[in-house]
């Protein structure tokens, strides 16, 4: 029931999700008398589906806490409690961000020796998709956040794109070993002297995000907030002042004839629906916050990602990574180098 027009673009992303997945089941929690007459119009789906029943949800407005206190009966808590319980796999929402991440911490818990989960999504690049993380879940972080941060990110990357050894690099004002604040600087000195499951590049900077200069970028959530709302900004003004341009003159207008196809590729590898989707890694389940505003294709996407990382094992991949990189003596190495 979240999302700016739920429930129909729900149903709508979960059909188009069945067909790439044919293998998923799906129970979508919210008011039947809605969403059983929605289902009815894509053939087959309901064989796949199954609709718990609650009038109750999360409104955009509610406060964490509110959802927490209140939120028990909301069919947004319903779907976390199903995984907990194991009767889902995962949950996806386009709902509140806030109460989504609150109450799935609460429910779900960290998993071992994870202090906090972080919020992470891919990204479109030069070469393809990088992962970023944290994207505002965390807005500051101490050094053993960042790596933990680090060695998640790789193992979402591997897991989705599997890339054995994804190259992971620490967003910083400067490149240069000098540069930034100590929280950074201790952890870039931890990553590079640990032996990770992964190749630490090092420092990069704001335009390495979307050079796809390394596979993953870990930062704290304030920057990557920051910086993932810029981005998404500077592809909409880019995107609008192209179309302005192409309306100016008749010579204009030739022109996007000739350079229709061209221009569609890259609006559909810069469609923010087609990387829909972003992760709350570090919890014990699978939790994926759709955007809001998306729409039915948008939200199979997220659906798609949450699918892939429970049919690839990440919560696991996670947990034996934590357990065979001695991610708990972090503190000892740290004090090691103060």
Do not use: W
């Amino acid at each position: 029931m979240g999302g700016d027009d739920a429930p129909e673009i729900v149903v709508e992303g979960t059909a188009i999700a069945h067909e790439r997945a044919r293998q998923a089941r799906f129970i979508l929690f919210g008011d039947q008398d809605r969403i059983t007459p929605l289902i009815a119009k894509y053939p087959g789906l309901s064989d796949v589906c199954s609709v718990e029943h609650t009038t109750e949800s999360v409104a955009d407005a509610d406060k964490p806490s509110q959802a927490l206190r209140k939120g028990r009966n909301t069919s947004m808590r319903l779907a976390i409690d199903a995984v907990k319980n194991g009767a889902a796999d995962g949950i996806v929402s386009a709902g509140n961000t806030g109460a989504l991440m609150a109450m799935s911490k609460v429910v779900l818990k960290t998993l071992p020796g994870i202090e906090r989960p972080a919020l992470s999504t891919f990204i479109p690049t030069l070469r393809g998709e990088c992962v970023m993380l944290d994207l505002g879940a965390n807005i500051e972080c101490s050094e053993d956040n960042l790596i933990q941060f680090a060695l998640m990110g790789a193992d979402f990357f591997r897991a989705v794109k599997g890339v054995n050894a994804p190259t992971v690099g620490l967003l910083n004002v400067g490149v240069e070993d000098l540069k930034g604040n100590e929280t950074v600087k201790n952890a870039a000195h931890i990553l590079r002297s640990a032996a990770m499951p992964f190749d630490f590049y090092g420092f990069v900077e704001g335009d390495d995000i979307t050079k796809g200069t390394t596979n993953v970028v870990v930062t704290d959530g304030f920057t990557g907030n920051v910086a993932l709302k810029t981005a998404e900004g500077a592809v909409r003004m880019f995107i609008r002042s192209l179309e302005s341009s192409y309306r100016g003159s008749l010579l204009a207008k030739l022109g996007y004839l000739l350079s229709r196809n061209a221009l569609r590729s890259m609006r559909d590898s810069l469609d923010p629906r087609t990387h829909n989707g972003a992760v709350f890694l570090g919890l014990n389940g699978i939790a994926v916050k759709s955007h809001g505003g998306t729409d039915g294709l948008g939200f199979a996407n997220a659906v798609t990602l949450a699918v892939n990382m429970v049919e690839q094992n990440l919560i696991a991949r996670i947990m034996d990574d934590f357990d065979e990189y001695k991610i708990e003596s972090i503190p000892q190495q740290k004090a090691a180098i103060s």
